[in-house]
């Protein structure tokens, strides 16, 4: 599969000195659909500005559709939506008018059937007359993807466009991203809904205090990275210091539970009695015991943990 | 060139003043009536010092002129401003439109809203007098340099500020003094003479004195030396549009 997006080496210092990318690479596969993940302040949307020409890069390199994001800008532009993160609004406008201007600024004549169907899928219609100062966050979020999506662009980045957005209308938003994707649009999202994350996306990657921690196939990482962990439970609620004893087996604590990671050798066994053993020795015997396999939240919260400095 | 993307934008700018006429087009016109009501009632039958011209017929241009900049000045420091505190100049950003495309844009409703305005004071305000046109080429030439000069102000102006408090300083201590200190209500003859050579560093004297010159066919400075002077002043302010929105000057970290 060829590459959508190929990031090299990207860094980012903002002017308060602040460091957002120290050197990501990252490779986005044509037509998947890609989950960004990280915690706040992990430098994802330092990342996706970038793309999107709103933040200037300190260095690195992006290939997009195998041009050059940086010297072929224009090319590159008119193939690519993003929903930014942030709200934003031109308050002289309606949603419709708003789409019409954006259509023409990409250089698009305005395709009326293809913004009506925007309006309705993202069911704006009742609304696309209306002042857009009138709109709910809700319809202000929404109208945002109608706007990233009316050049029919071939890759779409979407900044957490959940967020603020009903269970309802958020399954049906995805639908609709689900049959973008699947008509060949390349869809690169953040979230902070890992559940939405795991069931959507074929490909993730996870970025932490500006590096990529891992990016492979959504299987793969749970294959190989998510493992089971062995959870232990006591009566009261666990002291950090017993972090640094279980070191081994990448410890997390959850207040009167303890997480251990359980790692399977060559010949295909884990090493459960090993960590068992250990958390009996430091912490004493538990009340339960059990064994969990890793969903992606798991995965994810012991990979940005590990990482901590 | 994105010229349908450029075309977009400039209606997009043109019909934001549009939209909001009462402020953009008859709110100027309706001050522009009470100045000259002042004036008439205040200067009588007065002539102008040395230029043999009515008072009240030197007033009419200067007004004119004066609004046209005020407006060009306003419309596109306005829409920058706006499109900072709602976020809305992302938009801008991701749409593959060069810097020039941007300026060329903004520049060119700056001028549209300009000459709207102008058109409107004119039919409301030359029926009260005899005055006609003496050099249609000098109004127009001063005009659009007049609003491009100004459109790029408030383009650099809209950049800079942080705030509406920012905007307004620039409004209130650089364009203000720059406008009433550039020959509106005066000829510079009637100053002493060392205000006279501090007038010659006002771009907006050989502004408002040119295009007043289209009119009244006098004027206080040598035309082609205005005309040298307010083409380079034209030119030099696309071009630092142009450079600035290029680099993202205080648009982009």
């Known amino acids: 599969m060829s590459a959508a997006l190929t990031v090299q080496g990207l860094t980012k210092t903002y002017k ?92 698009v004549k305005p395709d009326m059937v293809w913004i009506d169907e925007l309006l ?7 609304h696309a007359n209306k002042n857009a100062r009138q709109l709910s966050g809700g319809m202000r979020r929404r109208l945002l993807v109608a706007q990233a999506l009316v050049h029919k662009p ?146 994810f919260l012991r990979l940005t943990n590990e990482h901590k400095s | ?42 200067m009588g039958e007065r002539q102008v010092p040395d230029l043999d011209v009515p008072y009240f017929n030197f007033l009419i241009p200067g007004l004119v002129m004066m609004a046209m900049m005020q407006n060009a000045f306003a419309n596109t420091s306005s829409s920058i401003m706006v499109g900072k505190l709602m976020n809305m100049q992302i938009f801008l950003m991701m749409a593959p439109l060069t810097a020039f495309e941007v300026t060329l844009a903004f520049l060119g409703a700056a001028v549209t809203r300009a000459f709207i305005v102008a058109i409107v004071l004119l039919l409301v305000l030359v029926p009260f007098t005899d005055m006609h046109i003496e050099h ?28 509406f408090d920012d905007m307004a300083l620039l409004n209130n201590f650089i364009i203000m003094p720059l406008t009433f200190l550039s020959g509106v209500f005066y000829s510079v003859k009637q100053l002493p003479e060392s205000w006279q050579a501090v007038n010659h560093f006002n771009p907006f004297f050989y502004l408002i004195d040119g295009f007043r010159h289209g009119f009244l066919n006098v004027g206080d400075t040598d035309p082609s030396q205005a005309i040298a002077i307010v083409s380079m002043a034209t030119l030099a302010t696309i071009f630092a549009c142009w450079k600035l929105w290029q680099t993202g000057w205080r648009l982009k970290d």
């Open chain 1, 120 to 126: 309705e899928r993202l069911e704006l219609s009742e």
């Open chain 1, 16 to 107: 308060n000195g602040k460091k957002a990318l120290s050197g990501v690479d990252l490779s986005v596969p044509e037509g998947s659909f890609f989950a960004l993940l990280g915690p706040n302040g992990a430098g994802k949307s330092s990342l996706i500005n970038i793309l999107a020409d709103t933040v200037k890069p300190s260095s690195g390199q992006v290939s997009f559709l195998g041009h050059d994001l940086f010297s072929e800008r224009r090319w590159c532009k008119q193939r690519l939506g993003v929903v930014p993160q942030e709200i934003a609004f031109d308050p002289f406008f309606a949603p419709r008018d708003i789409l019409k201007i954006m259509s023409g600024m990409f250089g």
């Open chain 2, 136 to 163: 249609l080429w000098m109004i127009l030439f001063y005009g659009v340099c007049g609003s491009i000069i100004m459109g790029g102000m408030g383009m650099i102006g809209g950049m800079w500020s942080k705030t």
């Open chain 2, 1 to 42: 060139m994105n010229w349908y993307g450029c075309w977009t934008l400039y209606s997009r700018e043109s019909r934001r003043f549009l939209n909001v006429k009462m402020q953009t087009i008859v709110a100027p016109a309706l001050t522009a009536v009470m100045y000259l009501i002042v004036f008439r009632y205040a």
């Open chain 1, 154 to 299: 071939k890759v779409v980045i979407l900044d957490e466009p959940t967020a603020g957005v009903d269970v309802e209308l958020r399954k049906r938003l995805w639908g609709f991203m689900r049959e973008l994707n699947a008509n060949g649009t390349t869809i690169l999202l953040t979230t902070h809904y890992l559940e939405e994350a795991e069931e959507l996306c074929d490909h993730v990657a996870i970025i932490n205090q500006g590096k990529l921690l891992t990016s492979q196939s959504m299987k793969g990482l749970l294959n190989t990275v998510g493992s089971s962990a062995l959870v232990l439970e006591y009566a009261e609620d666990i002291a950090d210091e017993s972090l640094s004893k279980l070191e081994a087996f990448s410890p997390r604590i959850d207040a009167n539970k303890i997480f251990l990671c359980l790692k399977k050798d060559t010949s295909g066994q884990n090493n459960f009695n090993a960590a068992y053993q250990a958390a009996i020795q430091v912490l004493g015997e538990a009340q339960s015991v059990s064994v969990q396999n890793e969903d992606l939240e798991d995965v």
